[in-house]
């Protein structure tokens, strides 16, 4: 029997990269397939030549399996009842973003999550896991560009879906932006304290909710945040990362789809209207895999090694308040404490 035992839960899109991950690791094994149509279970099990059991609930395919992990790729509003079958199965859960569809599920999930210590709950934030936006936050570290003021990202992709997003109230905040807030944190290193975001559908979009937001986040460091996001904006898209402006008091970090690199004020520019600057390339340090394997990598290795993941619920549900705060603040009209 390997060490690591996975009951496979949602066989839809997302479900490829996590499945295809199980089958590469020598110490893991698929046990059991769980989704509510027993036809997406049947593709799977044909696509990756399996025949694992399919149940219609993860409860029943942990107490027929002895699988150890659940691997959550259902959709955002059955996440809650995933990772708690999961949790009170005795299971780690590995789970997509977002981790629930409203904070108050996120929050019931991150208290049972410390009531059982020895149980691992993370979630996919694979975009953190690149080698730009590893350099990109290198430079932010090391104190290049100085003290972090404000720092924007512009993400504007026309995506034509199809599927639970067409019909999610907000679909660009709670199921993409979750992405870009989490990369904020993650570049620059600090929390978030409040929001306001006006939410909405502009004229011509294929979605049925909000398919774009102008928010402004305000950080425990002091930096300010602005987001512009749009996923129904047609041409000249943004890259899936956004593009990114990071300014502080010494000078300038850009990540916009080619590497990032900063722009500093250049020694010796006293009594200049404006100053010259020189530019200082971001080292890449990142040697690990990039995307989903990457972020799949540190899940397996804190199991492993019994440590916090660092997507772990702990880390991500501050992501997960910025993406309420700021349905909240473009319901009420009005800015959201975090
Ligand atoms: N990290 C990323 O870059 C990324 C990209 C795309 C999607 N996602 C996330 O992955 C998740 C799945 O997205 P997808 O595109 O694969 O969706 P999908 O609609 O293709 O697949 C979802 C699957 O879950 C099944 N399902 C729904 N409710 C269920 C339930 N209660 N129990 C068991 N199965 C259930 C559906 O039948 C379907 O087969 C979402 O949370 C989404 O936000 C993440």
Redesign the pocket.
């Given at each position: 029997m390997k060490a690591i035992r996975i009951v496979q839960?949602?066989?839809?899109?997302?479900?490829n990269a996590w499945i295809q991950y199980a089958l590469e690791r020598q110490d893991t094994e698929l046990v059991a397939l769980?989704?509510?149509?027993e036809e997406?279970a049947k593709k799977m099990n044909e696509k990756y030549g399996l025949s694992l059991p399919w149940y219609?609930s993860?409860e029943e395919a942990i107490r027929q399996s002895n699988a150890n992990v659940v691997f959550d790729?259902?959709?955002?509003?059955?996440?809650q009842?995933?990772a708690t079958a999961a949790l009170n199965g005795g299971c780690h859960i590995l789970s997509?973003?977002?981790m629930a569809s409203t904070l108050e599920e996120a929050e019931q999930l991150a208290d049972l999550a410390t009531s059982k210590p020895e149980l691992q709950y993370a979630i996919?934030q694979?975009?953190r896991y690149l080698k730009d936006i590893r350099a990109l936050r290198g430079l932010i570290a090391q104190d290049v560009i100085g003290h972090v003021n404000f720092v924007t990202a512009n993400f504007f992709i026309g995506a034509h879906f199809g599927?639970?997003r067409d019909a999610m109230s907000s679909p660009l905040i709670l199921?993409m932006a979750i992405?870009t807030f989490d990369q904020a944190r993650f570049i620059i290193q600090a929390n978030p304290v409040s929001v306001y975001c006006h939410e909405f559908n502009p004229k011509g979009s294929w979605y049925e909710g909000n398919a774009a937001a102008a928010c402004i986040f305000e950080f425990d460091n002091g930096a300010v945040f602005t987001y512009n996001g749009s996923w129904c904006s047609e041409g000249a898209p943004t890259s899936w990362e956004a593009a990114w402006r990071i300014a502080g008091n010494k000078g300038t970090a850009i990540w916009n789809q080619a590497a990032p690199y900063a722009e500093i004020v250049a020694p010796g520019q006293d009594n200049k209207f404006i100053y010259d600057y020189q530019r200082v390339e971001a080292p890449y340090v990142w040697t690990g895999r990039e995307g989903?394997a990457g972020c799949l990598d540190d899940m397996f290795q804190a199991i492993l090694e019994g440590r916090q993941a660092e997507t772990a619920y702990s880390d991500n549900i501050f992501s997960t308040k910025m993406v309420f705060g700021a349905i909240e603040s473009a319901k009420t009209g009005r800015k959201v404490t975090l």
């Open positions: 839960a949602g066989c839809g899109g997302m479900a769980v989704d509510i149509f997406a219609a993860v790729c259902t959709i955002p509003t059955a996440h009842a995933v997509e973003k977002p996919m694979n975009r599927g639970f199921d992405h989903h």
